[in-house]
């Protein structure tokens, strides 16, 4: 199948990872982005999220210029307030990965590119010498729903595909406090059961997961 391509596609800058189907708050108050996000919510279209290789999330007088990883997340909206001139905070999801093949920066400060969406994982069911790290991954998501308030939303949102390499990889990677280099190499793996074959090494040392089931 042909990859996709989209043209100009307004990109956020984080210092954060963004995985598909996790979550992200924000908070946005500078200029570029309150346009940006505020096109996005009514057009009902998809930003993309890459992770900060230098500069910062704020543009800062004298700080270094902007420069960001290749491979980024598309983010859709699905929460979106105003509670002030000059402040929106929003919550997006993330979709598919992309891989930038040129971009610009525009006088305002918002960057563009022009990306090809990369394939989803393909559903590769938890094999048993991971299991464990499936098993840790549904202990903790049990946990975290029974100690949270009535209504509160939940750091990981249901359906849980705990049976699923990518997903469960994915997860993990969002709950640990992993380097933000790491975790961007992790989420540009094409291969999710690669993917949580290093996750499983990781949890081994932190003792969180066994290395068999």
Not at 64 to 90: C, H, K, N, R, V
Not at 147 to 158: C, D, H, I, M
Not at 162 to 177: F, I, K, T
Not at 187 to 203: F, K, Q, S, T
């Amino acid at each position: 199948m042909p990859a996709l391509t989209l043209h100009s596609l307004p990109l956020f800058p984080l210092g954060t990872v963004l995985f598909p189907g996790g979550v992200l708050p924000l908070r946005i108050f500078e200029v570029r982005y309150l346009d940006m996000i505020g096109r996005c919510h009514k057009g009902g279209a998809p930003f993309g999220v890459v992770s900060l290789t230098q500069g910062n999330e704020v543009r800062q007088p004298g700080a270094q210029p902007e420069a960001f990883a290749a491979i980024g997340t598309l983010a859709t909206i699905t929460d979106f307030s105003q509670p002030q001139p000059g402040l929106m905070t929003i919550q997006a999801v993330g979709a598919q990965r992309f891989h930038i093949t040129s971009s610009e920066r525009l006088k305002h400060g918002l960057w563009v590119a022009d990306v090809e969406r990369i394939a989803d994982d393909a559903a590769v069911p938890v094999p048993h010498d991971l299991a464990s790290t499936s098993q840790a991954l549904a202990r903790v998501l049990e946990t975290l729903r029974s100690r949270a308030a009535p209504g509160e939303a939940l750091p990981v949102p249901q359906p849980w595909h705990v049976d699923d390499c990518g997903w469960v990889a994915n997860r993990w990677c969002e709950l640990l406090p992993l380097p933000g280099e790491l975790k961007q190499r992790l989420m540009a793996l094409d291969n999710p059961l690669v993917r949580l074959e290093l996750v499983g090494d990781i949890l081994a040392r932190m003792h969180i997961a066994g290395d068999g089931g």
